[in-house]
């Protein structure tokens, strides 16, 4: 060693430095040219094939209360929102009408009454038939009778509470002239819980059957999820909007509910064997048309991206629901594929904007 020239050894050393640079710079560079992108696995989503059912939370059980005869409504002593007690009181028609009613049919009553009385004895001396006689007795079955029905009208000139509860709504103001069985107030008869009360379209009430389980969310309590059975299905369509009526009874409900609540059920189909859908956010999208879309593809082994046209369904929140092109597991380009094309080189990043930034002088500096 002690010959060798010492500007050979120098060289050699310089050589293998010089080597070792360009395999980091090699790395380096390639590296920066790699293009940051987010991904994304696809994932199972068997809440994708449940109905969902938009409605109304309302009391379990609620009564629309009315008078039986028509009239002029008096007072009504209540307000939606108002508690009321079994037997109390809450609306009355104006009884001079229907008191002159009563008048009169206890008058004709007590007129059939005197003529029963005065031909009975007649008869017995043969000066009247014995048709007379039951004809009169016949009118005065038929006036007590018409008392009968009198009074009990008259005893439903009021609307009494049926239970304790809350006034859910108030259809009539004092001093209307309202018809029989006009519904004055809506009340909810107290103890019977909640149930969400909404209208499906027939494919979807195809799908579902009765005591299926649901889960509800209600608006005003967000992050909430309420347990639910399906207890009934309307057997026909409403006229005016087309739809079926469900309800969903709740199991319990957050302390606050209130009639009128808006709320969402899931509810499960009655097919569980139907196949479980797959999700992927909508921002891989990169374009649609009807049921099929593009999506970038990211091959783990050579860190590369290629696209993919799919099968989509609907869209479920922030996420679009794939039918077919993807499996479980396969990670897809979530952000960062305006800047992609099929084989392009790409590294896997958490923070988008900070890795562009990273890459951001390299690029102005190979610029010419």
Known sequence: MAGFPRFVLVAVLGAFALAGCGEEDSKTAETETA??????????????????????????????????????????TVDAGDIVRKGD?????????????????????VKAKRDVDRISPLLENGYVSRQRMQDA????????????????????????????GVVLSRQSEPNEIVNPGQPILTVSQGGGGFILKAGLADRDVARIRLDARASVTLDAFPGVTIGGTVRRIAAASEARTGTFEIEVALDTAPEGTASGFIGVAQIEPADESAAAALAVPATAI?????????????????MTVRQKRIGIGRISGDEVIVT?????????????????????????????????????????AARP
């Open 286 to 302: 990169l374009e649609g048309h009807g049921a099929v879309a593009n999506v970038y593809l990211l091959d783990r082994a050579s």
């Open 35 to 76: 293009i940051p992108i987010l991904v994304a696995e696809v994932r199972p989503a068997p809440e994708a094939g449940f109905v969902t059912a938009y409605g109304l939370v309302r009391p379990d059980r609620e009564a629309e209360l009315s008078f039986k005869i028509s009239g002029l409504v008096r007072s009504i």
């Open 137 to 164: 007795q016949t009118a005065y079955d038929m006036a007590l009778a018409e008392r009968s029905r009198v009074e009990f009208n008259r005893s439903l000139s009021k609307i009494v509470a049926p239970s304790d």
């Open 324 to 364: 077919d092109g993807l499996k479980a597991g396969d990670q897809v380009v979530s952000a960062g594929a305006p800047y992609l094309h099929d084989g392009v080189k790409v590294r896997v990043v958490t923070d988008l904007k900070a890795a562009r930034a990273e890459t951001a002088p390299a690029d102005e």
């Open 89 to 109: 009181t809450l609306a009355e028609l104006d009884m001079r009408e229907i008191d002159a009613d009563a008048r009169r049919a206890n008058a004709a009553a």
